[in-house]
């Protein structure tokens, strides 16, 4: 099966730098997503990852060790816009199509 | 870059009846298309894959019966929740894969309230 685990709440000073863990397991791995979503709203991406190493877009940035089944998306100069949940979600090939698991999702609050 | 849409946006139905839920790729074809439901400060949770001309896949626990999917066309795929009970009330997402690119692109979400 697959599982994957990401803290459930972050607290931030505007400003700072926080680092969002996630870890995983699944079989038939694709690529790693994190995704931003705001209360009520639908997911906006993010970033992807597939390969090892860091991907960096502007103020985020994205990790993924493939061999220890580990990815971590890291925000700079955190803003109050940013304070919102941050979804890790694995791709994985299975009956021939790919899908996408989400984990829980971690709330992250930024204060002043 | 691709868009896709989801009607209504809102929807409040009583006990018992059915809604329809539609999801829309605007402006590339998909041959596959997922549905997600997302409960209150929770991820979201696949429900089941839509491939075009076949029949849905539905995730376990998912009740096939109760969550009817279509996919007629390479652009559209419906969810229709059937017998509606104060329970399915959620947030319901779909999201399309673009076949050119292989990206997955979300539409905006339907929020269904069954009274």
């Known amino acids: 099966g697959q599982n994957i685990d990401q803290p459930t709440e972050m607290t931030a000073t505007e400003g700072a730098i926080v680092q969002i863990n996630c870890t995983y397991q699944?079989?038939?791995?694709?690529?790693l997503f994190w995704y931003q979503q705001h209360a009520g709203e639908a997911p906006t991406f993010l970033s992807y990852?597939?390969?090892?190493g860091l991907e960096e877009k502007g103020r985020f940035s994205s990790f993924l060790s493939r061999s220890k089944g580990y990815s971590y998306l890291l925000l700079k100069e955190l803003q109050m816009k940013d304070s919102a949940s941050y979804l890790c979600?694995?791709?994985?090939?299975?009956?021939?199509?790919?899908?996408?698991?989400f984990g829980a999702g971690t709330r992250l609050a930024v204060h002043p | 870059g691709a868009v896709v849409s989801q009607h209504p946006s809102w929807v409040i139905c009583k006990s018992g009846t059915s809604v329809k839920i539609e999801c829309r790729s605007l402006d590339f074809q998909a041959t596959t298309m997922f549905w997600y439901r997302q409960f209150p400060k929770q991820s979201l949770m696949l429900m089941a894959t839509?491939?075009?001309?076949?029949?849905?896949?539905?995730e376990q626990g998912v009740e096939k019966d109760k969550f009817l999917i279509n996919h007629a066309s390479l652009t559209l795929s419906t969810l229709t929740v059937t017998s509606a009970h104060p329970e399915d009330s959620s947030f319901y997402i779909c999201?399309?894969?673009?076949?050119?690119?292989?990206?997955?692109?979300f539409g905006p979400g339907t929020r269904l309230t069954v009274t």
């Open positions: 979600a694995v791709s994985s090939i299975s009956g021939g199509y790919n899908k996408l698991i």
């Open positions: 990852n597939v390969l090892d």
């Open positions: 999201s399309a894969i673009d076949r050119e690119d292989y990206e997955q692109y």
């Open positions: 839509s491939n075009e001309g076949s029949k849905a896949t539905y």
């Open positions: 699944t079989s038939g791995f694709n690529g």
